[in-house]
């Protein structure tokens, strides 16, 4: 059973009555499908990950393609992060973050900077399949990858699929080419669903969830992140090392869905052969039109099953439709919340 403890740590009275209020949350641990609702008399199908309706039906013809990013201060500005589908968050060894971030629905021309393979990675790509994309890696993290159904395209195998930019010192300076990636095939095609999404024009409820002006993930030494929503682009924007999150192309990274999954780092948190155990169940607050939904996330017993989450009440949540981060966060870190009543 999840134990669940909310602290109210500050409410400040705003404007005409509006409460706002710091809560920390301590989450303990305790294959859905896409909605394909027709927004027109012509049915147009959905990409299976976003939930966004795809007139090019490009998204059908592709499998997942997910590439390896890293998350230091030397990484900035990341590239292509603003047209993945879904882009997980994980702690690797020494504390630091990376990404890896997965596309279908659209094939950036510039994608990184690349970095190496990570035992987490496996986890996330088993039920995908298609594609997974790095610069390398330690023999247990490569051995651990080769293990999942995907075609490994490493720098070494990449051609011109991926190169370096000497503008930049390396190894933050390795890039990878969407569509020369896509090349190289992978299956299945297209990639199975992860979230559940509402229509793109129902009217999602909220009742018996929090209002959220921004919430803090606090990832290990430098890496936490906060997550404001934006009431204007209806988004939640990022901001890392205390400033926005703005990619290569000028784009501030601000998904549709931001989801916490509070997960086991098997082996401790940091090191060499950490990595976060996504099979079996815990706790998930999802973010998403400005609220929040405290849940449940479960995934089993197959590694090729895909993570379903719930909220309280036992029913699968569903999601904006859009980009959505996951943010795997150890067990018992406290995620702070601010919100609005």
Do not use: C
């Amino acid at each position: 059973m999840r134990k669940y403890w909310m602290a109210v740590l500050a409410i400040v009275v705003v404007g005409a009555g509006a409460a706002v209020g710091l809560l920390t949350r301590h989450r303990a641990s305790s294959g859905p499908t896409a909605a394909t609702t027709s927004t027109s008399a012509a049915p147009v199908a959905n990409a299976p990950l976003t939930g966004l309706p795809d007139p090019s039906g490009l998204s059908a013809t592709r499998p997942a393609l997910t590439v390896k990013i890293e998350n230091t201060p030397d990484a900035l500005p990341q590239w292509g992060v603003e047209s993945a589908d879904v882009v997980y968050e994980e702690i690797v060894n020494g504390g630091i973050t990376r990404l890896a971030a997965v596309f279908n629905s659209h094939a950036p021309a510039k994608i990184g900077p690349v970095r190496s393979v990570r035992p987490t990675d496996t986890q996330i790509v088993f039920p995908l399949g298609g594609i997974f994309a790095y610069s390398g890696g330690a023999a247990y993290a490569v051995a651990s990858i080769s293990t999942a159904p995907v075609k490994l395209v490493d720098e070494s195998a990449a051609g011109t699929a991926m190169f370096r930019d000497p503008t930049r010192v390396a190894p933050h300076n390795l890039y990878a080419i969407g569509p020369k990636l896509f090349a190289f095939g992978g299956s299945p095609v297209p990639p199975p669903a992860l979230f559940n999404y509402r229509s793109v024009t129902s009217s999602p409820s909220t009742k018996g969830q929090l209002k959220v002006d921004s919430f803090v993930v606090p990832f290990p030494s430098i890496y936490p992140v906060t997550w404001t929503w934006n009431a204007t682009t209806t988004s939640w924007d990022r901001t890392l090392f205390g400033q926005p999150d703005v990619t290569g192309t000028g784009v501030r990274e601000s998904p549709k869905n931001v989801v916490v999954m509070f997960v086991n780092y098997v082996n401790g948190i940091g090191t060499m052969a950490s990595y976060a155990n996504l099979q079996g169940s815990g706790t998930a607050d999802v973010f998403t039109n400005g609220h929040e939904i405290a849940g449940t996330w479960s995934r089993g017993p197959s590694k090729s099953d895909v993570v379903t989450y719930r909220d309280a009440k036992g029913q699968p949540i569903l999601m904006t439709p859009g980009q959505t981060w996951v943010e795997l966060l150890n067990v018992g870190a406290p995620l702070s919340v601010t919100t609005t009543k």
